[in-house]
């Protein structure tokens, strides 16, 4: 039986800084698509009135590309209520229900600090505002195997599994998308997929900007939990899992969780760490700071599948490029056949998938060119390309989680499973490497895939990278 879908949506932290850049924008596209016609009950702290906080939804959309469907801008504005309160005060929640008026599936969306997850859980329990609700809550999910297991268990003991959404904003990506349809979708791929002919693996996610005023929440972080534990993992468990066994999404979760425990728990020579120069001097930074930054680390999967093949993953801020991209490199043919093979120029055969600022899908293969030599050159095929009018991932997965639809969200098993690969070195490691701005990280990162050719550097077009 398909799930009911959500009757309103309750959105705590309505006055912070992720419902004006992202959630708001996303709402008005819901809205324009003619799929958001419920109640929104905003909360917050601040004793904001109703026009203020339509001010502020007005101010979001006009920044984010401005309003240009009136009649569904109007109705979205139409649908806000709000409340004012404290979290801990029985009285907010009293005041939610009220708001709620006849509605009894609400989705409530924790886009609040993970301090006041457990906070707003315990109260929406104790309101009794969790019966046929739905709670979706933003990354990060735990700051570590521990606080992660504590945090599922006091979502578990107001709502079930399938009512817990825990939002990560990458897997709504269509490009990210894209990587299990492609996989699943193409017979060509299946028989090469594997140890016996895939060299290693790179994953990058760079960005040419700083915290960005965000330092404060940047120490509680650093680029390894916030990026590489959650984003650069769900892009491993797409690209390693095994078939599911249909299609439907428990299915998916269930092949995904897998790749996460045959994951082997990284050891802190596997891992490299890096600040930008200037990081300290970033308000609400600390001034003998040792957040990384920059991180990348070689991973391993200890199936029959993936057996010895190495995954390299790096991101982090303020590098040369803003880009993420997949290398999947394939090994050389076993016989040097030709003088130019990729045993002597460098880089063999490999599949690219393109993740941002735009998406593709390539395949590398020589060529040969005109002549009586057997010489030819490394070309690109271009099997897929963006396409216009992709959802926005916010957009895709408010609508989903409202209408119950799990398949792009994690789950319990998952979560733990990849909390507990970092885990060791979560406190044990290497102090963070300096590195320049505009560049590629330190430069220990590069020694740490010397024996696999080096990193894949992307570019900001879809023209190949370079090393």
């Known amino acids: 039986m398909p799930a ?136 990060p999910f735990g700051r570590d195997l521990a606080s992660a297991r504590e945090l599922n268990r006091v979502a578990h003991s107001v709502f079930p599994e399938d009512s817990i959404f825990r939002i990560d904003h990458f897997l709504g990506k269509e490009a990210i998308m894209n990587i299990l349809y492609f996989r699943f979708a193409n017979s060509f791929l299946e028989p090469v997929w594997n140890r016996n002919t895939v060299a290693s693996v790179q994953i990058t996610l760079a960005e040419s900007f700083g915290v960005e005023k965000r330092g404060a929440f940047y120490e509680t972080a650093g680029c390894l939990r916030d990026v590489i534990q959650n984003h650069l993992f769900q892009v491993v468990a797409l690209l390693a899992m095994e078939p599911p066994a249909y299609r439907g999404y428990g ?118 060119r005109a002549g009586k030599e057997f010489v030819g050159d490394q070309r690109e095929l271009y099997l897929a390309e963006g396409q216009p009018g992709e959802e926005a991932p916010y957009e895709r997965l408010l609508g989903d989680a409202m209408a119950g639809d799990g398949a792009l969200f994690s789950r319990e098993d998952a979560v733990e499973a990849a909390w507990a690969v970092v885990d060791p070195v979560l406190k044990t490691h290497d102090r963070s490497r300096p590195y320049r701005r505009g560049g590629w990280g330190p430069h220990a990162a590069n020694a740490l895939i010397a024996a696999d050719g080096g990193w894949h550097n992307p570019k900001a077009g879809n023209a190949p990278g370079g090393d």
């Not at 997850?117 to 809550?137: H, Q, S």
């Open 4 to 139: 009911s879908r959500s009757d309103a949506l309750v959105l705590f932290g309505v006055t912070g800084d992720l419902a004006h850049k992202m959630i708001f924008p996303a709402l008005y596209a819901m809205a324009k698509r003619g799929v958001l016609k419920v109640p929104i009950v905003g909360v917050a702290f601040p004793k904001w009135s109703l026009a203020r906080l339509r001010s502020q939804v007005t101010d979001s959309i006009e920044r984010s590309g401005g309003i240009d469907d009136r009649p569904a801008f109007r109705r979205l504005l139409s649908l806000f209520r709000y409340v004012g309160g404290d979290y801990n005060d029985r009285d907010t929640f009293t005041a939610i229900r009220t708001a709620l008026g006849g509605a009894r599936r609400p989705a409530h969306y924790l886009a609040i600090p993970p301090s006041l997850f457990e906070t707003v859980i315990e109260g929406l329990g104790a309101a009794e505002l969790a019966d046929r609700a739905r709670v979706i809550v933003e990354k």
């Open 251 to 368: 299915a998916v979760h269930a092949e995904k969780a897998k790749v996460f425990q045959a994951m082997r728990p990284l050891e802190p020579e596997d891992v490299v760490r890096g600040q930008y120069a200037g990081y300290r001097k970033e308000p609400g930074v600390a001034k003998d700071s040792d957040v990384e930054t920059f991180c990348a680390l070689r991973l391993f999967i200890d199936s029959w599948r993936w057996e010895g093949v190495p995954w390299y993953l790096r991101s982090g801020k303020c590098l040369a490029e803003t880009a993420a991209e997949v290398l999947v490199e394939l090994k050389p043919p076993p016989q040097r056949l030709f003088a130019d093979s990729a045993t002597a120029t460098g880089m063999g055969n490999y599949l690219r998938f393109r993740l941002s600022p735009n998406s593709a899908v390539a395949l590398a293969a020589r060529v040969k």
